[in-house]
Structures are given as structure tokens and as C-alpha cells.
């Protein structure tokens, strides 16, 4: 006698296996992704580039697309492959590989799924070889960046290790800071944006730090996780612009991690809006590096003010800690042309990079003279002393 064959509801057997297997968190994730942060509609040529951890998420994000009507493209992203395509090489790129350009030239939309399953990977590549291999993708990164791009992390062990907690209690951390209600942190922010749209200096004084910047015809971005307001990060909570005639020292004491390498307590001196003297404390070999990149390195790209309440304590991730309210954090090299007058090019860099300092304790900002931040807390907020 035969057995009778077993079939299966397909559809039904999928979403079991992804209840069972999946924390709903994740499928949360992905639809403020899709949703709120990119704004994908029907039709949108969508790269997703995933990190060698992040696939849970990615897969998420996949369901999320085929819903909506995309068109997907999935890029398998690994520090560990790149660390050893850089060693391998010899150093002479070539300048925007059409393949890759290609790939950019042709998406609405870039997700960019972080979640590293060793954040050191890169640590051992030639500093030389990062500048050579950056200055030669310049092309590659403006047509990414002239697409609706979102960057979000999917928390893994290693980003939990690099941040001295345990896994659950990061994973907890995570979705606390990317499911927020980000319509109500925009209305918040918008404060700090009206202020610096109106203003013309910035001034932040605190121990070892007297700098000022021009914000004059600037226009500040109201950075609330999505591409509707010119924010690309997810999760978000900052208020940005892009200064110049930068002049001061400044220093941040929030320590980083830059491809691998610590970077520890940066100190930089600005005259005629350039760096002419630097220091750290730990990987003042890879700030050398970083700031010998190109001309635009030396410069000023970003101003962001950190707004995000809901993010309460440094991970040593970028994405992450500058958003934490009571830091402003400054950028090196490249600035974001949504901040700038139409048709004025800004700083231009193969870098960008975000150094932080912590404004919770003795230290003011000022806008044209006004103080509107006294450790930490902004002029609108309980506790606020003027």
C-alpha cells in the first residue's frame, strides 16, 4: 500500500518557519526600512547591499520589497573579502569600475545592511591602500549617493562585543533606537534646525575646545530616518549642516573605530577653516592617514548636533552614538550638497568621517552668541540653565 504524499500549504509553511525561526523585531526593522526610511514604491530598482551578519535582516527586507512591487538586487558585502582584495592588491585602482558604477547609475534606491560578524576585520590594511582605494571610487560613491540610500545596522555579536554588552541586552538597545515614533523626534528637532538656518556662527566651548564655524547660508537638515527629509541613516536623531571658515581647537573625547582601527581622544586646531595640527591619543597613525587623503580632508563637511533621547549610551558604532543626545560630533571631508545653496559645490573629499564629542557635562554651544545647549540640554528643554 502506498503512503499517501504529504502537501503543504507553501505560504502558510513559510510565515511558520519565519514566526518560529525570527524575532519579529526584525521584520519591524525592515518595514520602517522600506517604509518610512526609503519610501519604496512599486517599480523601484533597489540594491541592498548585506553584511556577512545581516542576512536575517535582509531576508526581511526581501519580503518587504517583493510586497511593494521592487525590483531587487542583493550584493553580498564582507570586511573580511574586501581585507583581502586590499592586501592582495598592489595599490594602482582602477578609477569608478564600470561594472559597479553601473549598478549605482541604475538604482533609485540603496540599502546598505550593516552587521558585522568581526568589526576588525580591516584592521591590518595598509592605511595608504584605504586613501588609494577610496580616491579611486570617488565616482562609485557620488552616484550612490545621488540615489534615495539608507544605511541601518542589524545587531550582531561582534557589534554587541565592540560595545561591551551582551548580545541581548544589544539587541534590546537596537530596536529601542531604530522603532521610535520618528514623526514626533522631527517635530522635536525642528527647533534645532530653525536655529541654525537663522544663524550665521556656532561656537562650542568646553575643556580643550574653543571652536567656531560659519553656518551662514546653510540650510540644516531635520535628520529623522528618512530620504523625505534628506536622512539616510536609520536610525537617526541629529540635526546637521555643513559649516566652513572653521576656526579653533576642538576635542573629541567619544572614542572610534575607522575600518577596524581605535582611534582614541583626537584633538585638531583649524585655522583658515584647515586642520594644521592634530593628535590622538590612540591611532594618531590612522588620523594621519585619514586626514592626508586629499586637499578636502582637512576640512570641515558636517556639523551634526545629536537629538536622540532614546539612544542612552556609546557603542563605539558611529551610526549610532552620534545621534545620542548631549554630543555634537564634526565631520572631515566631504559635505552633503542638501545643505548647501543650489548650484554651490562644497567641500569635496573621499572621505567622510564623524569624530564625537560629549557636550553632558561643563560645555556650552552657542549660535551667535546665544547659548542654546548648556551641558546637554537644549534652551527648550527642563533644566535648561541660560
Same mark, same amino acid.
Given at each position: 500500500?502506498?503512503?499517501? @504524499? ?51 535582516? #535582509? ?19 564582507? =570586511? ?12 594602482? $585602482? ?6 559597479e558604477l553601473t549598478m ?18 580591516? #584592521? ?6 584605504? /586613501? ?28 554587541? /562585543? /565592540? ?9 534590546? $538597545?537596537?530596536?529601542?533606537? @531604530?522603532? /521610535? ?5 522631527? #517635530? ?21 575646545? =574653543? ?27 541629529? @540635526? $546637521? ?11 573629541? =573625547? ?15 586646531t583649524f585655522e583658515g ?15 594621519? =592617514? ?28 558611529? *551610526? ?19 545643505? *548647501? ?46
Amino acid at each position: 500500500m502506498e503512503k499517501p @504524499v504529504a502537501t503543504l500549504n507553501q505560504e502558510n509553511f513559510s510565515s511558520g518557519l519565519r514566526l518560529a525561526s525570527m524575532d519579529e523585531r526584525i521584520h519591524e526593522h525592515a518595514e520602517v526600512l522600506v517604509d518610512w526610511s526609503a519610501r519604496v514604491e512599486a517599480g523601484d530598482n533597489v540594491v541592498v547591499l548585506v553584511d556577512d551578519g545581516a542576512h536575517e535582516l #535582509a531576508v526581511a527586507v526581501g519580503e518587504k520589497l517583493g510586497e511593494r512591487g521592487a525590483n531587487l538586487l542583493t550584493v553580498y558585502n564582507s =570586511d573580511e573579502v574586501e581585507r583581502s582584495f586590499l592586501r592582495g592588491h598592489e595599490g594602482d $585602482f582602477d578609477e569608478n569600475p564600470k561594472h559597479e558604477l553601473t549598478m549605482y547609475e541604475n538604482a533609485d534606491v540603496v540599502l546598505r545592511l550593516a552587521g558585522s560578524t568581526n568589526t576588525t576585520a580591516k #584592521a591590518d590594511v595598509p592605511g595608504e591602500t584605504e /586613501q588609494a582605494y577610496n580616491k579611486a571610487r570617488m565616482g562609485i560613491r557620488e552616484s550612490r549617493m545621488e540615489t534615495d540610500w539608507v544605511s541601518t545596522l542589524h545587531p550582531t555579536r561582534a557589534h554587541a /562585543q /565592540q560595545a561591551g554588552m551582551a548580545y541581548e541586552e544589544y539587541r534590546e $538597545f537596537v530596536y529601542d533606537a @531604530v522603532l /521610535q515614533d520618528w514623526e514626533s523626534l522631527a #517635530a522635536e528637532m525642528a527647533s534645532m534646525k530653525t536655529i541654525l538656518d537663522e544663524g550665521t556662527e556656532v561656537r562650542i566651548v568646553k575643556e580643550d575646545t =574653543d571652536l567656531t564655524m560659519s553656518v551662514e547660508e546653510r540650510t540644516a537638515v531635520n535628520s529623522c530616518a528618512t530620504v523625505a527629509h534628506d536622512s539616510h541613516n536609520l536610525p537617526s536623531g541629529e @540635526v $546637521f549642516t555643513a559649516p566652513h571658515a572653521t576656526e579653533g581647537e576642538v576635542f573629541f =573625547d567619544v572614542p572610534m573605530t575607522h575600518h577596524g582601527k581605535r582611534i582614541r581622544n583626537v584633538h585638531l586646531t583649524f585655522e583658515g577653516g584647515e586642520v594644521v595640527d592634530f593628535s590622538a591619543e590612540v591611532g594618531e597613525d590612522v588620523l594621519a =592617514d585619514i586626514l592626508d587623503t586629499d586637499e578636502g580632508a582637512r576640512r570641515l563637511g558636517e556639523l551634526g548636533i545629536g537629538m536622540n533621547r532614546g539612544i542612552d549610551r556609546f557603542t563605539d558604532s558611529i *551610526l549610532f552614538d552620534e545621534k545620542m543626545g548631549d554630543t555634537v560630533h564634526l565631520a572631515v571631508g566631504r559635505a552633503y550638497d542638501a545643505c *548647501l545653496p543650489e548650484g554651490e559645490t562644497g567641500n569635496d573629499s573621499a572621505v567622510h568621517i564623524d569624530m564625537i564629542t560629549d557636550m553632558s557635562d561643563d560645555s556650552r554651544m552657542e549660535v551667535d552668541g546665544e547659548v542654546v545647549q548648556r551641558n546637554g540640554t537644549f534652551r527648550w528643554e527642563d533644566g535648561f540653565e541660560g
